[in-house]
């Protein structure tokens, strides 16, 4: 089994900056992509920004320029560093890693259990 472990999240004005930061754990061959998504209340889980095993990144296009992610392997880590926070960014924000398997290398993903990001105007 793998786990995550996010932290970063909380309170912040308009115009500031959050770090979001996510700890992978568990059994596994290997970690591939690495990703942030988001969820407003009313609104469906969107993906805001993924980055592959290999560094290439990918971004929603309401985040593009705000928002960066990154990931270290060694530590087994993700990172979403949040710029220029507006209060559409409100939203409950989750970690999701995908991997291969252990002895089996069966491919899965895991999901974090979502911090909370405010943003107020």
């Known amino acids: 089994q793998v786990q995550l472990v996010e932290s970063g999240g909380g309170l912040v004005q308009a115009g500031g900056s959050l770090r979001l930061s996510c700890t992978v754990s568990g059994r596994f061959f290997s970690i591939n992509a690495m990703g942030w998504y988001r969820q407003a209340p009313g609104k469906q889980r969107e993906l805001v920004a993924a980055?592959?095993?290999?560094?290439?990144?990918n971004y929603a296009d309401s985040v593009k320029g705000r928002f960066t992610i990154s990931r270290d392997n060694v530590k087994k880590a993700v990172y979403l560093q949040m710029n220029s926070l507006k209060p559409e960014d409100t939203a409950v924000y989750y970690c999701?890693?995908?991997?291969?398997?252990?002895?089996?290398?069966?491919?899965?993903?895991?999901w974090g259990q979502g911090t909370q990001v405010t943003v107020s105007s």
């Open positions: 980055i592959t095993s290999g560094g290439i990144t």
């Open positions: 999701n890693v995908g991997y291969t398997g252990a002895g089996n290398f069966v491919r899965g993903d895991s």
